[in-house]
């Protein structure tokens, strides 16, 4: 991964415009923003494939658990 964002995952971004740097605002690095954006992709992906069908539980689970941790920035897992 980069050692430069750019990140406008949440409300948090600096200026309304975005974060950019080693760190965002919410003190995200740019290596979990990139990883985040490839959740989200993946997600889009998921949805798509569903489209038109209804999704499993465990579908629904992983984009509503998956949006959450990528809008938010936070996760509730347990470390």
């Known amino acids: 991964m980069s050692d430069n964002m750019f990140c406008f995952q949440c409300e948090q971004t600096a200026g309304c415009t975005g974060c ?5 605002v919410c003190g995200k690095t740019a290596d979990v923003a990139g990883l985040q954006d490839e959740l989200t992709g993946a997600l889009v992906g998921l949805a798509r494939a569903a489209s038109g069908n209804t999704p499993s539980s465990a579908a629904h689970r992983a984009m509503i658990e998956g ?3 990528t809008i938010t920035n936070v996760s509730r897992l347990k470390m």
């Open 67 to 69: 949006l959450f941790t």
């Open 20 to 24: 950019t740097g080693k760190a965002g």
